[in-house]
């Protein structure tokens, strides 16, 4: 399955299981370099919410802002965003 970055739901709630500290990280924009030019090349996990219905990330979080981050610049440019395979 492949995800667009901007629909998927970073937990930032501290009391859902899926919750990480690690999610307030800032984007780290070499990562996002090297998405825009490679693509995302580790697959990421997802969990669908079985109550709200969102995908959310459980695994990737730091690879799904810097894509989009990615995304942005892409869509700047002209050129076709990046999915992500989950």
């Known amino acids: 399955l492949f995800f667009d ?14 919750y990480d500290e690690r999610v307030h990280l800032p984007v780290d924009e070499n990562l996002a370099r090297n998405i825009d030019y490679q693509g995302v090349l580790q ?5 669908k919410n079985p109550e709200t ?11 799904t802002k810097a894509a989009r981050l990615a995304n942005e610049w892409r869509r700047a440019r002209g050129v076709e965003p990046i999915l ?3």
Request: proline letters at 12%; glycine letters at 10%; aromatic letters at 0%.
């Open 5 to 18: 970055p901007d629909v998927l739901v970073l937990v930032t709630a501290k009391a859902p299981p899926l």
């Open 43 to 47: 697959p990421i996990a997802v969990s």
């Open 53 to 63: 219905g969102e995908v959310e990330v459980a695994m990737g979080r730091q690879r």
């Open 84 to 86: 992500i395979s989950g």
